[in-house]
């Protein structure tokens, strides 16, 4: 049995909290405000601390400081309706076990609460100071599974691999870890490998000396060397060349380059964060990419969703640029219309955060002042424009490769190939059938006449994979 503080001044929260606490078999203390948690916690040691960031009177990442003033190292659950970056860094920075965001579920909480439970004694936290932020926007669940990633990386010194679509933000996420890691002071290094052309990949890299090649009058610093200190964030990772790819796994594993023309090793200490938009996995198992830099590289990684699966972060954000773009002549700023709002969240924004953030900016500019309405906005930006058509063609190659792989496989088992046709629909029809229900919000009968299937035969299907839909 363990003995629970739970401080929330939303009574129905601690009810809840309470309920699943002593559930559990633990004793369960309650207080609705930071000051009566703190006297209560100093004359009774709670093991675990449940507590809300935003209280009436002193708040809840304040309070945690004066917890641990008082009564030490406690495993504290942080519970806030505030999901935003910042308040997720100075959770973590304080030393929160977790962080979780309201609405939660009770299981999520019951989940957290056990671990904490588990590990309380044995945690040590180390009070962190708290600091400052601006730049990455978002309130959905999924935003703030970023923001948790993010708060929970930027102090260690692992390798970061940010994955998501183009325009989703992966190099803000990337400057976001590096302000809020120890080597914010530092510089932050941003390469783009895929515009590095491949003859002078190298030199880029890991510099060159005079002479080192012909027009190489006088020596350069490679980008590996001048995030000495800092951080180097290498975007589209995916296309450095195979044979440099070696060289950059033992600069990374020694901390030493060799620049091109010389024999002298050169220091250099960075933290490295990488981005791709490709299927890495892919490319390893097609000898494109080494594994061994693929796990060098992916100590821990953050995937940024599309903004089509955020919509609810799509008004934030507007708003968030339109703030920006007050109009110079009248200083008026600017406003969104509902039909303005429900058209930004009807596109499905291809080039994500930076299409919509370009489409805010021409609108700002066709409105002058006051206010912004759907005609005022650009035409979407379409995939064929993105390329993002050929990249389709490049995963449908993969898929296919994969695919082949897999077939060659079943035939070394002649059992295996026997049902493989049966076995291939297993594979690919869940992950079909998955997306068209999310499409048509769970409904059947609109997602089996998209996929060209009869109703009940794609009700047969999805209760044989065990799929929910409503
Ligand atoms: N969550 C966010 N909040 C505020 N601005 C954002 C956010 N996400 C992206 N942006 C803005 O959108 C633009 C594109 O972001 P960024 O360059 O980080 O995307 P990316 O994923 O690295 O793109 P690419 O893969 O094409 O390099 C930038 O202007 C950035 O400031």
Known sequence: MSKLLIVDDEESICWG????????????????????????????????????????????????????????????????????????????????????????DLAQMEQVLEKAVKEAGREELQPGEPRQLEGLVGSTPEMQLVFKSIALVAASDASVM???????????????????SDRASGPFVAVNIASLSESLAESELFGHVPGAFTGAESGRMGFLEQANGGTLFLDEVADIPLSIQIKLLRALEEGEVLPV????????????????????????????????LYFRLCTFEID????????????????????????????????????????????????????????????????????????????????????????QAGSDAEINELLKQWAEQQFLDPESAAGIYEK??????????????????????????CLGLHRTTLSKKLKQYDIENS
Request: with cysteine; glycine share 8%.
């Open 17 to 104: 909290l309470s309920q699943l606490g002593e559930s559990h078999g633990h004793e369960v203390m309650m207080a609705s405000t930071a000051e009566q948690a703190l006297s209560l916690a100093e004359k009774d040691r709670p093991d675990v601390v449940v507590m809300d960031v935003r209280l009436p009177g002193m708040d809840g990442l304040t309070a945690m400081q004066g917890l641990y003033e008082r009564i030490g190292p406690v495993p504290v659950i942080v519970i806030t309706a505030y999901g935003d970056l910042q308040t997720a860094v100075e959770a973590v920075r304080n030393g929160a076990f977790d962080y979780i965001v309201k609405p939660f």
């Open 162 to 180: 940010l994955t998501g679509e183009s325009g989703t933000g992966k190099e803000v996420a990337a400057q976001a870890i590096h302000r809020f």
């Open 261 to 292: 023309g010389s024999t002298q090793r050169v220091k250099t200490n960075f933290r490295v964060i990488t981005a791709s938009h490709r299927n890495l996995e892919s490319l390893i198992k097609r000898g494109k990419f080494r594994h061994d």
């Open 304 to 391: 940024i969703p599309p903004l089509r699966k955020r919509v609810g972060d799509i008004r934030l954000l507007a708003e968030f640029f339109l703030e920006r773009f007050v109009d110079r002549q009248t200083g008026m700023q600017h406003r969104l219309t509902a039909e303005t709002i429900t058209e930004l969240e009807r596109r499905p924004w291809y080039g994500n955060v930076r299409e919509l953030r370009n489409a805010i900016e021409h609108a700002a500019l066709r409105a002058r002042g006051g206010t912004i309405l759907p005609e005022d906005l650009p035409a979407p930006v379409s995939q064929s424009f993105l390329g993002l058509d050929e990249s």
């Open 424 to 449: 291939l629909l297993t594979l690919v029809e869940p992950p079909v059938m998955e997306v068209a229900l999310e499409k048509f919000h769970g409904q059947c009968a609109p997602a089996a006449r």
